[in-house]
C-alpha cells in the first residue's frame, strides 16, 4: 500500500487519505471562452472534480484568466489544469492563473538531436540545464500555489533517457524521477506524476516502477492514473478500467482520468464505476447478482433490471440478487439485502443472512423488498433535479 502526501489543488485536497478525485479534459477551443465554460460546467455537474484544458501556445494560456473568471462568476470554482505542451512560456502564464499545470519532461529537454550515446558528463549536463530551465516555472507555482502535474508519456522519452533505458516503462520512470529531483532541489514539492501509455501493461508497469523508485527515495507524491489514448466505447472502457483498476487495487493512485474518444462528459461516470468497483470510492449501490442455471425459476434478468433502477441511487447499499438459495447465502454473504429464488416465480428476502420473508410472488417481491430497506432506516428518496 502506497501512502502519498497530501497537497492542495485550490480549495481541493488530493493525496493522503483524501477521495480519490475525477478529473477530466475540455475539448473545446481554448480561446472560446463561452464554449470551454459551458463544457466545464456541464463536466462538473456530471461529478467531475478537476477540469484539465488545453493551453498549447501563450495567448491560449492567457485566456485561461477569461474563462476562470466566467466560471467563477457562475459560481463555479472548480480547480483548473492547464496541458502544456512543447511550450515552457506558456506553463508560466498558466501558472500565475489556474490551480495547476500539467507539463511532459520532453518539454524541457533536447530532442531530435539524432544523438543516441551520452557520456556520464553529457548526461549530468543536460539534467542541470533542465533544472535551469525549470527554475522559472518553479518559482511562479511557489509563489502562486499552483501545483504541477509532471507526466511521462510512452513515446515521447528524451534522446537522452533512450540511450540508457530504451523505450520501457523503467525509462518512463526514471524520467519523472529525475524531474522530481529538479523541483526537490528547488524546494518544490506541490507535484503530481503520472505514467501514461495507451498500452495497458506498459502503463500499470511504469507507474509500479516509478512508485517504487520513489518508496526507496523517500519520496511520496500523488499519482495520476489513466490509460491514454484508450479509444471509445467498450474497449476504450475495458481498457481504462484494466488498467487504472489494476492500480488502485494495489494502493496506488490518488486522482484518476479516463480518457475517452467521446464527449469527456461521458468519462466522467465510468471513472466513478472503475472506482466503485475496486472499492475505493463509493457513490451508489452495489448489486451482487449471479448469472443464473437450470437452478433459476424466476426472470432474474427483469428482476435486477428492475431492482436496480428503483434502488441504485442507495449509496453504500449492497444488495444480492441471486438464482436460488444453493448458492445464494454464501456468494452474498456481505450484502445487506438478498433477493434470492425460492421456487417458480417465488422469492425470499433477507436482511443480511437472516430470512425475513419466504416465498413471496415474484411480482410483489421488488416492492417488498423496497419496504424492507425502508423499515431498517436504509431508504433514501432519489434527488431529483
Avoid at 509563489?143 to 522519452?157: C, D, E, F, K, V
Avoid at 518508496?215 to 500523488?222: A, I, K, L, N
Avoid at 492514473?225 to 484508450?230: D, Q, R, Y
Wanted: hydrophobic share 35%.
Amino acid at each position: 500500500m502506497y501512502k502519498s502526501r497530501q497537497l492542495k489543488i485550490g480549495n481541493l485536497t488530493l493525496g493522503g487519505g483524501a477521495p480519490i478525485r475525477v478529473q477530466s479534459m475540455t475539448n473545446t477551443n481554448t480561446m472560446d471562452t463561452q464554449s470551454t465554460v459551458e463544457q466545464t460546467l456541464r463536466l462538473v455537474e456530471a461529478g467531475c472534480e478537476i477540469v484539465r484544458i488545453t493551453a498549447p501556445d501563450d495567448k491560449a494560456a492567457e485566456n485561461l484568466y477569461n474563462i476562470k473568471n466566467e466560471l467563477a462568476r457562475r459560481g463555479c470554482t472548480v480547480p483548473l489544469v492547464a496541458d502544456i505542451h512543447f511550450n515552457p512560456q506558456a506553463a508560466e502564464t498558466a501558472a500565475a492563473i489556474v490551480e495547476k499545470v500539467r507539463v511532459n519532461p520532453g518539454n524541457y529537454t533536447d530532442r531530435n538531436t539524432g544523438k543516441t550515446e551520452f557520456t556520464e558528463q553529457e548526461y549530468n549536463d543536460e539534467l542541470k540545464r533542465i533544472g535551469e530551465k525549470m527554475s522559472r516555472l518553479i518559482e511562479i507555482c511557489k509563489q502562486h500555489h499552483t501545483a504541477m502535474r509532471i507526466g511521462t508519456n510512452h513515446g515521447s522519452l528524451s534522446e537522452r533517457i533512450m540511450s540508457r533505458y530504451g523505450n520501457t516503462p523503467e525509462g518512463m520512470a526514471q524520467s519523472a524521477i529525475e524531474f522530481a529531483e529538479v523541483c526537490r532541489q528547488q524546494d518544490y514539492h506541490d507535484l503530481v506524476f503520472s505514467m501514461k501509455a495507451s498500452n495497458v501493461k506498459v502503463m500499470v508497469e511504469s507507474t509500479r516502477c516509478f512508485v517504487s523508485k520513489m518508496q526507496q527515495m523517500g519520496m511520496d507524491y500523488p499519482i495520476h492514473l489513466g490509460v491514454t489514448e484508450a479509444g471509445d466505447a467498450m474497449q476504450g472502457r475495458l481498457k481504462s478500467a484494466a488498467g487504472i483498476g489494476a492500480l488502485l487495487i494495489d494502493g496506488i493512485g490518488d486522482t484518476i482520468r479516463v480518457s475517452l474518444t467521446e464527449d469527456p462528459v461521458e468519462e466522467v461516470p465510468v471513472a466513478y464505476d472503475i472506482l466503485q468497483a475496486v472499492g475505493a470510492r463509493i457513490s451508489k449501490a452495489e448489486f451482487i447478482a449471479c448469472p443464473s442455471c437450470g437452478r433459476t425459476l424466476y426472470n432474474i434478468q427483469e428482476a435486477l433490471h428492475q431492482i436496480k433502477a428503483a434502488t441504485e441511487h442507495l449509496k453504500g447499499i449492497k444488495i444480492g440478487v441471486m438464482g436460488c438459495i444453493v448458492n445464494g447465502l454464501g456468494e452474498m454473504a456481505d450484502a445487506d439485502y438478498g433477493y434470492v429464488g425460492a421456487g417458480p416465480a417465488k422469492i425470499s428476502l433477507f436482511k443480511g443472512r437472516q430470512l425475513v420473508k419466504n416465498a413471496i410472488p415474484q411480482e410483489q417481491a421488488v416492492e417488498e423488498l423496497i419496504a424492507l430497506i425502508k423499515q431498517n432506516g436504509d431508504w433514501q428518496e432519489p434527488c431529483t433535479k
